[in-house]
């Protein structure tokens, strides 16, 4: 990871703020951001929160479940094969969802993805986690209490024969979905707006 800035080049919102450069998840979360596309106005408001949120010294990962801090980072990861797309049905959420987690405190994102797909589907990438193609904001749902989920999308390809152990505690079951064949009435607000980055990024 790179050394943090000297005192007046930090962003706004760090400076003055003893230790926070060096807070080697911060910085990577941050560069995570700063290297994300954005593809629209709320993406770019979207992204926008996320740095200030990063720069502001608050916590950044939930320490206490189910939703201390009331705002914190998730690290979702599509797993795309050509026009398809691996949605998990939540157990919790009660919704058709991309895989994904809670980063924890020290991890960074990528070791996340890493994590998360060997936890909740039993299997590894065949290569390595890119930077995310998208942030979102979004207020949960489901039978836990509301929060704010600060979330990356990266993407993991793999193909659709690939074998999977999927966590029956956590998910009812795992389905591949075409593009075209989501089911938007019980996912992710954003899920579509997802795909529809994805789909351009491959042209």
Excluded at 4 to 13: I, R
Excluded at 51 to 70: N, Q, Y
Excluded at 112 to 129: D, M
Excluded at 160 to 188: C, K, M, N, S, Y
């Amino acid at each position: 990871m790179k050394s943090a800035p000297p005192p007046d080049e930090a962003p706004f919102g760090l400076q003055g703020r003893a230790g926070h450069w060096q807070d080697p998840q911060r910085i990577a979360v941050r560069a995570e951001l700063l290297a994300i596309q954005a593809m629209d106005e709320l993406e770019r408001e979207h992204r926008a929160d996320a740095l200030a949120w990063v720069d502001s010294g608050t916590e950044l990962c939930r320490r206490v479940k189910p939703a201390t801090p009331p705002k914190h980072l998730i690290a979702y990861f599509a797993v795309v094969s050509a026009l398809h797309l691996l949605l998990v049905d939540h157990k919790g959420a009660q919704r058709w969802l991309p895989p994904g987690g809670h980063v924890e405190p020290g991890e960074h994102p990528r070791e996340t993805v890493q994590r998360e797909l060997q936890e909740e589907l039993g299997f590894t990438a065949s290569h390595p986690i890119s930077a995310p193609l998208m942030v979102t904001r979004t207020e949960t749902v489901g039978l836990t209490p509301g929060h704010t989920d600060v979330s990356l999308w990266y993407v993991v390809h793999a193909p659709r024969d690939q074998a999977i152990r999927f966590d029956r505690g956590e998910f009812h079951g795992v389905r591949w979905f075409g593009f075209d064949d989501l089911p938007l009435e019980r996912t992710d607000p954003q899920l579509a707006r997802f795909v529809a980055k994805q789909a351009k990024s491959r042209l």
